[in-house]
């Protein structure tokens, strides 16, 4: 089956711009999770969703956000972006159980912000 | 807060010698630990999980709650462990938030 895919995998936006990325979670998986990861910082988590409501969040401003779909896809917004959210955005899924499950990560979308 | 530490940002050893990756955690409750692998050009993967307390690709991790760690172990490095291997926890409840260690990256050379 197909793996998570994020789009677009490549962008450049400029200081104060806002983005938006796309994830679509593997085929049945309903909860989506997604993280930054810089050099500097390495891999952090932002928030989970899961049907439609935010489950979980992590230490990011308020111009970061995201939200689900009805069809598990996922999307996060940057607003006013700044030099430092230059980072390698990871879209994860996986099915809804609390213990054991497996967290399937996609190829990323990589931001540079000029 | 939970943290996940890995001491080492670079492991060198030859292939077939021993490979211990070091981690180390730091939470109050019962955590669920991880091993995540990245090779070079594809996506990060779960390599292995403590619960499931099995071997992947030669690879074993062996949880201790007195020391607060979980090191991953294999006896005979290969050419292609190369990667980036983290750590990472989570807790009850929160089977997708996870808290990753830096990384380490591991060289196997002939």
């Known amino acids: 089956k197909a793996g998570v895919t994020q789009t677009p995998r490549y962008l450049i936006k400029t200081r104060g711009q806002q983005v938006t990325l796309s994830c679509s979670p593997i085929?049945?998986?309903?909860?989506v999770s997604w993280y930054q990861q810089t050099p500097g910082q390495g891999l952090q988590f932002l928030f989970e969703?899961?049907?439609?409501?935010?489950?979980n969040k992590g230490n990011f401003p308020g111009r970061f956000s995201g939200r689900q779909f009805s069809n598990s896809r996922s999307e996060m917004n940057v607003s006013t972006l700044e030099l430092g959210d230059s980072a390698l955005y990871l879209c994860?899924?996986?099915?809804?159980?609390?213990?054991?499950?497996?967290?399937?990560f996609g190829e990323g979308s990589w931001l540079t912000v000029v | 807060a939970q943290r996940v530490t890995q001491p080492e940002k670079l492991l060198s050893v030859f292939k077939g010698a021993p490979v211990e990756l070091k981690c180390n955690y730091s939470?109050?409750?019962?955590?669920?630990l991880f091993w995540y692998v990245q090779y070079s050009r594809q996506r990060l993967q779960l390599l292995l999980r403590?619960?499931s307390r099995e071997s992947i690709k030669g690879f074993t991790a062996d949880l201790n709650k007195g020391e607060t760690s979980f090191h991953l172990k294999k006896p005979f490095a290969q050419e292609e462990d190369s990667a980036m291997y983290y750590c990472?926890?989570?807790?009850?409840?929160?089977?997708?938030?996870?808290?990753f260690g830096t990384g380490t990256r591991l060289q196997v050379t002939l």
């Open positions: 939470y109050s409750g019962s955590p669920e």
């Open positions: 085929s049945g998986h309903r909860s």
């Open positions: 969703y899961f049907s439609e409501t935010q489950r």
């Open positions: 403590h619960i």
């Open positions: 994860a899924s996986s099915l809804p159980r609390t213990g054991g499950n497996t967290i399937y």
């Open positions: 990472a926890l989570s807790y009850t409840g929160t089977a997708s938030k996870l808290t």
